[in-house]
């Protein structure tokens, strides 16, 4: 165990560009919405709703993948198992999505408790995301960390081992598998079953169960694919 | 004791072969010379050895077991790779912070007195480093490591020549109070002649020398003198090299050279000089190319 925190580390150490900037271009993104609404004078209520929060899941998978493509080889290099490393890189981003579940959780009471920061913006409480359990906030916040990074992970794995051939080999056929699935779901004409089967689901099965099982498919690729995995 | 046996090892890459039915032992507490030419299979070798690749055929053991994903094995093992790639957030610090954890035998004074000589700057980023520079930092890891097993493969590409002795030294006082087994991978045969105890030579994927470097010394002798005596005196032996010069020549021949036949040489008119072990080097690698 110590020795898969010693490796844990390594996602850890240069702290300010692995951890603080998402964050410090997430409060970017909330403080140029928080001066763009208060200039809006006739901001209706409910359209004052933001897609700021993304820049903080996109730049946290961004770094979760080049946790992949630069730390990996470097871990290698420092006599690290492909096991350790990998294991070590589940740990450390599973609990960064629940750490960072709960700031944007606390972040939402902050924003709710303000009145959205004093000009009613939604910048964390996201239209249909924002449900009222606590416990499944936090999970909904935390999920779709796991889901990207991990689906980011599986790509970059895929590029260490196979190199860029190898990743657009996967890419091409990802397109082909999932657009042939939907030309056979359009001929059939299934589309209307899906959408059903979809606004059937409960909240917390399509916000939360679902893309945790994909999260976790992806994150199991990504360790077949690195056990054979050289810098 | 063995640190590490190999038995027929292989590697191919498609249809190149990298590592041609290499046997050898690494016996503990000694300094190895892992010399060849470029794309000899040295750096495969060590990536084997080290668990970051895995051989298409053959046995090898690492302090007797398999090395690959062998998180025991290779803890006591460091590799110090010229070509050793650094994420881009790290500091030099941060590196040093991290090896520090990573290997168990790490002695962190000696990494700090190592990154004042070297003059490194703990707070650049190591993507910034300059070319000698990053090989400093892959040296001081390399040696404060203090690792059983230590591997420098080509550790110090950039590195001036006073960075380079503080290398040779540093090293050699360190082995002396923490002796462990070191393999020095380079083409500076010269330089580090005098550390090596034992030679490996590999030469497009197979292992024409596995050595002890004193014995090379007395096993590869430059003679010269009147070309029809030194072709009678070259008869018995392998010639490795032969150079003419009007009624004079020289050859670099390979045998034994014991006080009989050094007295005979006299007597012949024929200058007998050791090699060095670059020259040696140089002529047994040559000698297969025109075989």
Not at chain 2, 81 to 95: I, L, T
Not at chain 2, 263 to 290: F, H, N, Y
Request: aromatic share 10%; net charge neutral; charged share 20%.
């Amino acid at each position: 165990m110590k020795r898969i925190l010693d490796v844990a580390r390594m996602h850890t150490v240069a702290w300010v560009a692995q951890i603080a900037w998402p964050w410090g271009i997430m409060g970017i993104s909330l403080a140029v919405n928080i001066l763009i609404f208060a200039s809006i004078d006739e901001a209706s209520p409910g359209k004052t709703s933001t897609g700021g929060l993304s820049s903080l899941y996109i730049v946290t998978a961004i770094v979760a993948a080049v946790s992949i493509s630069q730390v990996f080889p470097f871990a290698l290099g420092m006599g690290v198992t492909r096991r350790t490393f990998y294991t070590a890189t589940v740990l450390v981003n599973v609990v960064q999505a629940l750490v960072y579940g709960v700031l944007l959780y606390l972040l939402n009471l902050i924003e709710g408790g303000t009145g959205g920061f004093g000009i009613g913006l939604h910048f964390f409480r996201v239209p249909y995301i924002d449900v009222s359990n606590g416990l499944l906030q936090i999970l909904v916040y935390a999920v779709p960390f796991l889901f990207l990074n991990f689906l980011c992970i599986f790509a970059a794995v895929l590029l260490v081992r196979f190199g860029t051939n190898g990743l657009y080999a996967a890419g091409a056929a990802a397109i082909l598998v999932f657009g042939l699935l939907g030309a056979l779901i359009t001929w059939q004409g299934w589309w209307g079953d899906i959408w059903h089967w979809l606004s059937t689901q409960h909240q917390a099965s399509l916000l939360v169960g679902w893309p945790a099982l994909i999260a976790a498919l992806a994150a199991i690729g990504g360790m077949a694919a690195i056990r054979k995995a050289n810098a | 004791m063995t640190v590490v046996a190999a038995a027929g090892l292989t590697k191919r890459y498609g249809d190149v072969t990298a590592l041609d039915d290499v046997s050898f032992t690494l016996e503990k507490n000694a300094i190895y010379g892992l010399l060849g030419r470029n794309g000899a299979g040295k750096t495969t070798l060590m990536q084997l050895i080290t668990g970051q690749n895995s051989a298409t055929s053959g046995e090898l053991r690492l302090f007797g077991e398999h090395p690959y994903e062998n998180e025991r094995a290779l803890s006591h093992v460091v590799f110090v790779k010229e070509s050793q790639k650094y994420p881009s957030a790290y500091k030099v610090r941060h590196v040093l912070s991290l090896a520090s954890h990573l290997f168990p035998h790490w002695d962190d004074e000696f990494a700090q007195s190592l990154v004042d000589d070297f003059n490194l700057p703990r707070k650049r980023d190591v993507r910034k480093l300059s070319r000698g520079m990053t090989s400093a930092l892959g040296v001081t890891i390399g040696l404060a490591a203090r690792a059983p097993l230590t591997f420098f493969d080509e550790p110090y590409l950039g590195l001036d020549a006073v960075s380079r002795q503080l290398f040779y030294d540093r090293l050699l006082a360190d082995y002396a109070e923490h002796p462990r087994t070191v393999v020095l991978s380079t083409h500076l045969i010269d330089e580090v002649a005098d550390l090596i105890e034992h030679v490996l030579l590999l030469d497009r994927g197979k292992l024409v020398l596995d050595t002890p470097s004193e014995d090379l010394r007395g096993e590869v002798m430059d003679a010269t003198g009147p070309a029809e005596v030194l072709d009678e005196f070259a008869t018995g032996r392998e010639v490795l090299h032969r150079e003419r010069l009007g009624g004079m020549a020289r050859v670099t021949l390979r045998g034994s050279f014991d006080n009989a036949e050094r007295a005979r040489a006299k007597k012949l008119g024929i200058d007998l000089e050791p090699v060095s072990l670059q020259q040696a080097v140089v002529r047994l690698t040559m000698e297969r190319k025109t075989a």
